[in-house]
């Protein structure tokens, strides 16, 4: 009996790879195992190779396995890019009516099955059922009853009617009855009881799912990859509770519409990648000097320009930090993990109108596309709650012997109670120019000083609570530091790393901006070594710790910026090189 199992579909994009994913986790997860899914997929609609990595563990999992047991290829990428991945006696099952295997070098260890799921598929009246029966294959090498796969199967084909569904069914047995006879090789999985309930969603269905919970009733976005879905989901929820999502014509318009609805006191948001954020920076900039409360994710991806849109990079911290011109307040919280994506978007949206500045939510290609088990018992979604910050009341408004209301008035914590428009004498002047109390321009040399310090204060009041997570040894001589879908990654290194007795510890960063340096020196101060594992090319959050933290001399980058994820191996090489 094996802990967990993973396995590889690959084929030419568009012919239902992940669906097999999709149906195998689905099963699977009902039985009471923990899932993550990784789909790598081409920035084309249809054509060119795409694979989707499930990992499956009776212990919760939080990144794809480096290891497979079992590769189902349509195609010969699918081997080729792949083979070196499976574990000795692994098995790829291939098709042969799509792949020549006469034309590849298998390497030893492994065995290599022609499978026919094309012809099967056909015997039951449709090629496209290929899925199905490999479906049905894959259940049967991990030794799962067929029977959890019926609710599964009946509810991917539901809206296709009974006869569609009882031809996807009878696939999948096929399949399952076909592998049996085939061959004797078995990865049985151990038995893992269900306990309580738990979801299986990307970082998208977890953020759009967090911005409804979070009360957001707005949603402008223009189409990107790997942000579309986030818009795709909201148009279908938010007018469920009286809300609105609206597809723009560009990013400068969903920007702008997002502050003119977060102006008129809406939870609005917008969903994006690095070119969009390039293009709102201005609006942006307007966000801060307004002090108008907004939502924004980023789902970074490959740059610069349109880069690598279907690839993972975690380049855009400086645009998220610094990236308008002049200087005003923001919030960048980077969430880990699913359940972190969904319950980070309602403390998004109450930071947003408390301290009345735009939040970022740093997601990242990885984070947003790959599904993970969500346990329900961690999300405690009885205990969220709606912080609207300060408000002007009707009577206090009632009570003024002033004509305009101040609403940037000079405040001890940077924040002035809000108007909303409508309230009687709650009317002000807004710009984006500099700007009086009252919102009127002024150059006034003092006033600038006085509104750049007050919208500068506000930073200095955000709470560090949950700004990071740690785990590992408690003093640790090797640190490890990360953020975003790294952390799967990260965790697992420590984990190894550990049962070689090395000391490690893990800080995995959820606020980026204000940074948590004091949270993050009671660990950096006791570490000899501190490696800062990261996405991108120049180290952009080892560049932004040393900017707060005096860590120069001990700190070390690990890297890796060519799109794919990096892995625990990968890590731990890094780390045995170093020290």
């Known amino acids: 009996m094996k802990s967990e199992v993973s396995c590889l579909v690959g084929g030419m994009q568009g012919e239902g790879i992940e669906s097999v994913g999709e149906i195998l986790a689905k099963a699977l997860g009902r039985n009471g195992y923990y899932l993550f899914g990784y789909r790598n997929f081409s920035s084309r609609i249809k054509g060119g190779h795409s694979d989707f990595h499930l990992r499956i563990g009776k212990d919760p999992v939080y990144n794809a396995s480096e290891r497979f047991e079992l590769i189902l290829a349509f195609d010969h990428e699918s081997i080729e890019l792949h083979q070196r991945s499976l574990i000795d006696g692994g098995v790829i099952l291939f098709d042969p009516k799509t792949v020549k295997i006469d034309q590849i070098t298998i390497r030893g260890g ?41 609710d599964a199967v009946r509810e991917q084909f539901a809206k296709k009617g009974e006869a569609i569904v009882e031809k996807n069914m009878a696939a999948v047995k096929k399949g399952h009855e076909f592998l049996q006879e085939l061959m004797d090789t078995r990865f049985p999985l151990e038995k893992q009881p269900q306990s309580g309930q738990r979801l299986f969603l990307s970082g998208n269905d977890a953020i759009s799912i967090g911005a409804v919970l979070g009360g957001c009733r707005f949603m402008a976005g223009y189409p990107i990859t790997p942000a579309s879905d986030i818009l795709e989901n909201l148009v279908q929820m938010l007018p469920n509770y009286g809300g609105v999502a609206v597809q723009t014509e560009d990013e400068l318009a969903a920007i702008a519409m997002v502050i003119g609805a977060g102006y008129a006191g809406t939870r609005a948001m917008t969903a994006t990648a690095g070119p969009g954020i390039s293009l709102m920076q201005e609006a942006i900039g307007l966000a801060g000097a307004t002090e108008t409360p907004i939502v924004i994710v980023d789902t970074q991806r490959g740059g610069p320009s349109s880069g690598m849109a279907t690839k993972i990079e975690q380049s855009d911290l400086h645009a998220m930090i610094t990236g308008t011109h002049g200087e005003a ?24 109108e408390k301290y009345q500045c735009p939040v970022f939510v740093a997601s990242d290609l990885v984070l947003s596309t790959s599904k993970q088990t969500c346990e329900m018992a961690n999300l405690q979604l009885e205990d969220i709650q709606i912080d609207r910050g300060k408000r002007v009341a009707e009577t206090e408004l009632a009570m003024s012997g002033d004509r305009v209301y101040k609403r940037f008035a000079i405040t001890d914590d940077g924040i002035t109670a809000r108007s909303i428009p ?10 984006g120019i500099e700007h009086g109390p009252t919102g009127h321009p002024s150059e006034n040399p003092a006033n600038r000083v006085a509104q750049m310090s007050k919208r500068a204060r506000k930073l200095q009041c955000v709470p560090m609570n949950d700004a990071i997570k740690y785990e590992g040894i408690p003093q640790a001589e090797v640190l490890l530091i990360g953020f975003g879908s790294t952390y799967g990654a990260i965790r697992e290194a420590r984990l190894w790393m550990q049962k070689e007795g090395a000391a490690v510890g893990h800080v995995h960063v959820r606020m980026l901006h204000p940074l948590p340096a004091a949270e993050i020196s009671q660990y950096t101060e006791k570490a000899k070594t501190i490696i800062v594992v990261e996405q991108n090319s120049t180290g952009q959050l080892a560049n932004l710790l040393k900017q707060h933290i005096s860590i120069h001399a001990k700190l070390h980058p690990c890297l890796k910026f060519d799109g794919v994820p990096i892995s625990p191996s990968e890590i731990t090489s890094f780390c045995r090189e170093l020290i």
């Open 422 to 431: 409508g309230q009687k004498k709650g009317m002000h002047h807004v710009t």
């Open 329 to 352: 307040p923001r919030i960048v919280l980077a969430p880990s993990t699913v359940e972190e994506a969904m319950l980070d978007m309602p403390k998004a949206f109450n930071l947003a």
């Open 110 to 150: 492994i065995q290599s099955i022609a499978f026919p799921f094309s012809d099967m598929a056909a015997e039951l009246g449709s090629k496209q059922m290929k899925n199905m029966v490999a479906v049905g294959a894959a259940c049967a090498l991990f030794d799962q009853p067929i029977g959890v796969f019926g």
